[in-house]
């Protein structure tokens, strides 16, 4: 089986994210790294786009969700993502690296890195 990836780079996004009062009640931008597993072999020889991984179509759902969404955590925004991507994308893997810039100062970001795979447990075990 082949290792391909597709991928995503700095995708930036203006998000209400944050545990303090003033957070809340702004947008902040926040900034994602994607690496999807994908097998590019039939893509690559019917040029395709859907038998590729569509990275546009997948850019506009993690937008669409972020901008609506009110997390307080950056560790359950990035869950929600990857669920995102694993399931309404049949990804079998993807790793994502969420940052928050500017959260720290003299820090450029902080965030989070997980990597998923579809059928794994995403989120708390009961």
């Given at each position: 089986?082949?290792?391909d990836?597709?991928?995503?780079?700095?995708?930036?996004?203006?998000?209400?994210?944050?545990?303090?009062?003033?957070?809340?009640?702004?947008?902040?931008?926040?900034?994602?790294?994607?690496?999807?597993?994908?097998?590019?072999?039939?893509?690559?020889?019917?040029?395709?786009?859907?038998?590729?991984?569509?990275?546009?179509?997948?850019?506009?759902?993690l937008?669409?969700?972020?901008?609506?969404s009110?997390?307080?955590?950056?560790?359950t925004?990035?869950?929600?993502?990857?669920?995102?991507?694993?399931?309404?994308?049949?990804?079998?893997?993807?790793r994502?690296k969420?940052s928050?810039?500017?959260?720290?100062?003299?820090?450029?970001?902080?965030?989070?890195?997980?990597?998923?795979?579809?059928?794994?447990?995403?989120?708390?075990?009961s």
């Amino acid at each position: 089986m082949p290792h391909d990836i597709v991928f995503i780079e700095d995708l930036r996004i203006d998000t209400i994210i944050g545990i303090y009062d003033w957070e809340r009640e702004i947008k902040q931008t926040i900034a994602l790294d994607i690496e999807m597993e994908a097998d590019n072999r039939k893509p690559a020889s019917t040029e395709d786009i859907d038998d590729a991984l569509n990275y546009k179509a997948v850019a506009k759902s993690l937008i669409a969700f972020t901008e609506k969404s009110q997390f307080q955590l950056v560790e359950t925004l990035a869950e929600r993502l990857v669920e995102i991507i694993l399931n309404d994308f049949d990804v079998p893997w993807c790793r994502l690296k969420l940052s928050k810039l500017g959260a720290v100062t003299g820090s450029r970001s902080v965030g989070v890195i997980i990597e998923r795979s579809r059928g794994q447990n995403i989120g708390m075990e009961s």
